[in-house]
């Protein structure tokens, strides 16, 4: 029986590495299926000052924001284009410094092909994949709490981060795994918060995003929104309770992660990140190593943290930041592969 109707996850998202050689060079992805990203985030990995670059297809190739910071979004290429398998770099010492090694995870939306979307109160442009669960939302915000915004997927996103564009103002992230009344904030350590202020104390529906009055989700300004719904099979984002010992919790998904970002919700915890791609001291066996964090500039840092198995995933620290005894940890995951795919055939752990 077939367990997902996403075959190939890579149609949909896969991980590129690069070295930077400071010209004009074309990235190409590797996966078995080829993919034009509409998302692309991108991080030095050698560089200890070098910015997390998020760049979409419906702001343009010419505008990024940091995930790192609360800065507004800046006009400067650092990538020429979105190409059917892959992107062309600038020479742009963001993603481009030479002898530097690179990371970058795309997603696929909609080839760049967007819609006015009425579904909210406010008018919302979207680029949207129904079949990954994914879509860019842009709008302009009016500061009213219980404003609302269309995302055009078609069931409740169970993730959504907002960025004011216009103004220095931290990110927002609704995540199901701590509910509407909290939230957090992707360039920050800080603990999940309490306030209306940040979604109207409204979990998304299946056709819109609830807003609050904060200036990070409805700024009287240009806005982005990055909206995820989870699909068996390919992906999921949830929550689990750290146990304090190095022989943590196992985290069932349903398929092999290619991707996983993890934030314990207490304060002073980073928001980590491990992938396939970037395991080379234990490829293809575990533990994963090679961690980077979504909210800081630092350099890829090797640990023992984390088994990437056949049907989810095993923490392998005591640490605070992966295991924090009794503390709610939210995760987003991405598929490798499904457990079992169309054909009925079950995947193998690494």
């Known amino acids: 029986m077939a367990y997902t109707t996403i075959t190939d996850p890579s149609a949909y998202f896969q991980t590129a590495l690069w070295t930077g050689d400071g010209s004009t ?14 998302w692309l985030w991108g991080k030095n990995r050698t560089g200890t000052a070098d910015n997390h670059y998020l760049i979409d297809s419906t702001r343009g190739t010419n505008k990024y924001v940091f995930s790192n910071s609360n800065s507004a979004e ?6 020429s284009s979105f190409n059917s398998d892959g992107f062309t770099l600038t020479s742009d010492v963001g993603l481009n410094r030479s002898g ?28 949207a994949n129904t079949t990954a669960g994914f879509s860019i939302v842009t709008y302009t915000g009016n500061n009213t709490g219980g404003a609302t915004i269309g995302h055009g997927l078609g069931v409740a996103p ?29 360039n920050t350590t800080s603990a999940s918060a309490t306030s209306t202020g940040a979604w109207n104390d409204t979990a998304p529906s299946s056709t819109v995003v609830t807003l609050g009055s904060f200036d990070n ?7 982005v929104a990055y909206c ?19 022989d943590g919790p196992f985290v069932y998904t349903g398929f092999k992660p290619t991707w996983v970002m993890i934030k314990n919700t207490i304060a002073g915890e ?6 396939v791609k970037r395991d080379t001291a234990n490829a293809p066996g575990n533990p994963m190593t090679g961690r980077l964090k979504a909210n800081d500039t630092i350099a890829e840092v090797n640990g023992n943290d984390i088994d990437f198995l056949s ?37 193998t752990a690494r």
């Open 25 to 38: 060079p074309t990235i190409t992805n590797d996966g078995n299926s080829d993919l034009q990203p509409d």
């Open 74 to 79: 800046i006009t400067n290429a650092a990538i």
């Open 100 to 127: 530097s090694t690179y990371v970058g995870w795309q997603w696929k939306a909609n080839g760049g092909t967007t819609a006015s979307n009425t579904d909210g109160s406010i008018t919302s442009t979207v680029q």
């Open 158 to 186: 169970k993730v959504v981060f907002t960025k004011t564009r216009a103004i220095a103002d931290n990110w927002l992230v609704y995540h199901e795994g701590i509910g509407a009344t909290k939230y957090l904030t992707l």
């Open 217 to 223: 989700s409805n700024d009287n300004d240009n806005m």
């Open 228 to 246: 995820f719904a989870e699909i068996q099979g390919y992906s999921e984002f949830s929550s689990y309770t750290g146990n304090g010992n190095a």
């Open 270 to 275: 980073d928001w980590l990140i491990w992938d």
């Open 311 to 347: 049907n989810g995933f095993k923490i392998r620290t005591d640490s605070g930041y992966g295991n924090g005894s009794g503390n709610t940890i939210i995760y987003m995951a991405f598929a490798e592969n499904p457990f079992v795919a169309t054909n009925g055939l079950p995947t």
